[in-house]
């Protein structure tokens, strides 16, 4: 039985994020890279540095799919917490490197912006979703 419909939510998006990431990567960011300009390692890094994130979304999705059906809500509340605060954390980084970029591609970053502020909206209102604590004394 579905516990938190906000964290039930969060997990579908975080899951169809993480496989539309790596579908972005493969199909559009990353063919760009493969030209002789650019070194085998820097080519790596960002290969490896575009999966993480990926893997990340999809760890992130599994997790709130789990506590989406967790009887003791207070429990997995902390997890909630520190997922968004990564989340949040990751947008500063975007953000912030776009702003220090100076080319003016805050619109480019219009669509992450608007996701990553949904996201963790509906995990702030996960986290103020009160569970029902299980009886001890019950047999």
């Given at each position: 039985?579905?516990?938190?419909?906000?964290?039930?939510?969060?997990?579908?998006?975080?899951?169809?994020?993480?496989?539309?990431?790596?579908?972005?990567?493969?199909?559009?960011?990353?063919?760009?890279?493969?030209?002789?300009?650019?070194?085998?390692?820097?080519?790596?890094?960002?290969?490896y540095?575009?999966?993480?994130?990926?893997?990340?979304?999809?760890?992130?999705?599994?997790?709130?799919?789990?506590?989406?059906?967790?009887?003791?809500?207070?429990?997995?509340?902390?997890a909630?917490?520190m997922?968004g605060?990564i989340?949040?954390a990751?947008?500063?980084?975007?953000?912030?490197?776009?702003?220090?970029?100076?080319?003016?591609?805050?619109?480019?970053?219009?669509?992450?912006?608007?996701?990553?502020?949904?996201?963790?909206?509906?995990?702030?209102?996960?986290?103020?979703?009160k569970?029902?604590?299980?009886d001890?004394?019950?047999?």
């Amino acid at each position: 039985m579905i516990k938190n419909y906000y964290y039930l939510i969060v997990g579908i998006l975080a899951i169809l994020f993480a496989f539309t990431h790596a579908l972005n990567g493969q199909t559009t960011v990353l063919p760009m890279l493969n030209v002789n300009a650019i070194e085998v390692n820097t080519r790596t890094i960002f290969f490896y540095v575009w999966h993480i994130i990926t893997t990340e979304n999809l760890i992130f999705g599994i997790a709130f799919l789990f506590m989406a059906f967790y009887k003791d809500l207070s429990k997995v509340r902390f997890a909630a917490w520190m997922i968004g605060i990564i989340m949040i954390a990751r947008w500063l980084v975007i953000f912030s490197s776009t702003l220090l970029a100076g080319n003016g591609g805050l619109k480019g970053i219009l669509v992450d912006s608007v996701a990553i502020i949904i996201y963790t909206g509906l995990i702030i209102l996960g986290t103020r979703v009160k569970g029902k604590i299980p009886d001890q004394n019950r047999i």
